[in-house]
């Protein structure tokens, strides 16, 4: 499967991650329209840490804490190598699934259906943006990054890529 792997080091906290991923689960092309209007908010989140901005998003665990803990089967991973899903239509707003994310990375927002029901609390979080990929293409954080501190790879290719620079660290006693 893949994930959006981020690089807190490249980061510059521009945010520009935020406003795509608000953007691509909007109803509209239009950013003041789907921000302001329509109260789209991103699945991402860029926090500080020290000196670093790192960029947070649901890592779409194996035995993903949220999915277990969800009453109403509003989040679900259809197989295994597909990401964990939200059904906002089906979520009651309980909050269990933030409370039981490891990561902090789902929010309740305010939430209208299609069906014209009032508004609620709804969960959202990243998709690895479903929509984006059937169509081809990469993540829309991802894709605007400016300095490209995210990058959407294979969990393995990462891992493998993070034991070599570990190896080589361990044999020349730096950080490469």
């Not at 789902?106 to 014209?116: C, E, M, W």
């Amino acid at each position: 499967m893949k994930r959006i792997v981020a690089d807190p080091s490249k980061c510059m906290a521009c945010r520009t991650c935020e406003l795509a991923c608000a953007l691509a689960h909007a109803d509209t092309e239009d950013l003041v329209e789907a921000i302001f209007e329509q109260g789209e908010k991103p699945r991402l989140y860029i926090e500080s840490a020290g000196t670093l901005a790192v960029p947070l998003q649901c890592r779409h665990c194996e035995d993903a804490p949220c999915v277990a803990v969800c009453p109403s089967k509003a989040l679900s991973r259809p197989s295994e190598a597909e990401p964990v899903l939200v059904d906002q239509q089906k979520c009651i707003g309980c909050a269990f699934c933030v409370q039981a994310c490891p990561f902090g990375v789902i929010r309740l927002v305010p939430y209208r259906g299609d069906d014209g029901a009032p508004k609620r609390l709804a969960v959202i979080k990243c998709d690895l943006c479903v929509r984006r990929q059937a169509e081809g293409r990469q993540p829309a954080c991802v894709t605007a990054c400016p300095v490209a501190a995210l990058e959407f790879k294979e969990v393995e290719e990462d891992s493998a890529g993070k034991r070599s620079r570990l190896a080589l660290e361990i044999v020349y006693g730096k950080e490469m």
